[in-house]
Nanobody, 128 residues
């Protein structure tokens, strides 16, 4: 059983930064491709960023490019999401997910159905 636990969420002013972490346990972390998704109240879940198991490939939703950076440390079984220049519209619950996407492109890496395991989420609140 794979378990994911997000941390690092909180309250930040617009323009500020947060770094989310997702610790993975239960299986070999380096065998999983990882992604971040988010869901705001009353809205559908949307993709944020994804990273391949060897960190060679990284993908971002267009609106996050240049502001968010996804990374991973396979020695620490952890994936990160660095979020800069936060906006009120970034406020949401952020979820990390693990799966075996493989050699497919961005459309698969940024699709929720590509991932089998999910964390409980961490709240990010951005004040204007």
């Amino acid at each position: 059983q794979v378990q994911l636990e997000e941390s690092g969420g909180g309250l930040v002013q617009a323009g500020g930064s947060l770094r989310l972490s997702c610790a993975v346990s239960g299986r070999t972390f380096s065998s999983y491709d990882m992604a971040w998704f988010r869901q705001a109240p009353g809205k559908e879940r949307e993709s944020v960023a994804a990273i391949s198991r060897n960190a060679v490939s990284r993908y971002y939703k267009d609106s996050m490019k240049g502001r968010f950076t996804v990374s991973r440390d396979n020695a620490k079984n952890t994936v990160y999401l660095q979020m800069n220049s936060l906006k009120p519209e970034d406020m949401a619950v952020y979820y990390c997910a693990a799966g075996a996407v493989g050699f497919f492109g961005a459309s698969y890496y940024l699709k929720a159905d590509s991932y089998n395991y999910w964390g409980q989420g961490t709240q990010v609140t951005v004040s204007s």
